[in-house]
């Protein structure tokens, strides 16, 4: 799907819209995780919050008091956007190569505390489509770590390594995947042609997709 980087959504910036729904995808968040995703006030985002719910990419979440929020299944699909420009099917295929380099330059590499087991694309890239929005990737991460008490050591002392490294944490969940996020951000790159998921995202199962990597890892 692709996203006009000028359009607007709810009044605002529609990428700053999407990243709310991409980053929220996972957990219900409240007005306040908003604002700060979309840069607002709170005042604004609670705004905004009810014209996604009248578009249908935001619903209610019963929490009790506070109000609560979860990302729709249109939402979902909204977070999925890339708004980078088309690219043409020799670069995507280009752009799909130097992946599963960063794939197998992780999975060599110990200081990572997870690898990759497989890689699956799906989308666009599977159709005969000359240009491409973007490239879907899924990717299956298992633990280096046998040990649950070495691993949870483990983990926790990357966290602490990322902190002092000037990184912020919004909240405990994403203190907890740190170690599992690292290896997403390493294989992504930073590359706007690559749309990241992991094997568990519900898209996949309705979704034509074929497997590009998979090899069997080994715990310590």
């Not at 998979?214 to 310590?220: A, G």
């Amino acid at each position: 799907m692709y996203l006009d980087p000028r359009s607007r959504i709810a009044g605002l910036p529609g990428t700053l819209v999407r990243n709310l729904l991409r980053s929220a995808r996972d957990f219900d968040f409240n007005h306040h995780y908003a604002a700060a995703r979309l840069k607002s006030s709170a005042r604004r985002a609670m705004m905004a919050l009810k014209e996604l719910i009248a578009l249908g990419y935001v619903e209610p979440a019963d929490r009790g008091k506070e109000k609560f929020f979860r990302v729709t299944s249109a939402g979902s699909t909204l977070a999925l956007a890339s708004a980078a420009k088309p690219l043409r099917r020799v670069t995507a295929e280009a752009k799909l190569a130097a992946f599963l380099e960063r794939v197998r330059r992780v999975n060599a590499d110990d200081y990572y505390l997870y690898q990759v087991r497989r890689v699956i694309v799906f989308g666009s890239y599977l159709t005969t489509a000359v240009r491409l929005n973007d490239i879907d990737v899924a990717v299956e991460l298992v633990s280096r770590l046998k040990n649950a008490e070495e691993r949870q050591a483990r983990h926790m002392a990357r966290v602490r390594e990322a902190i002092r490294n000037g990184r912020q944490f919004s909240n405990i969940s994403q203190e907890i995947t740190w170690p599992h996020t690292e290896v997403l951000l390493a294989l992504k790159a930073r590359s706007r042609a690559i749309s990241l998921h992991t094997t568990n995202d519900e898209i996949l199962k309705s979704a034509k997709c074929r497997v590009v990597f998979e090899q069997s890892v080994s715990t310590q």
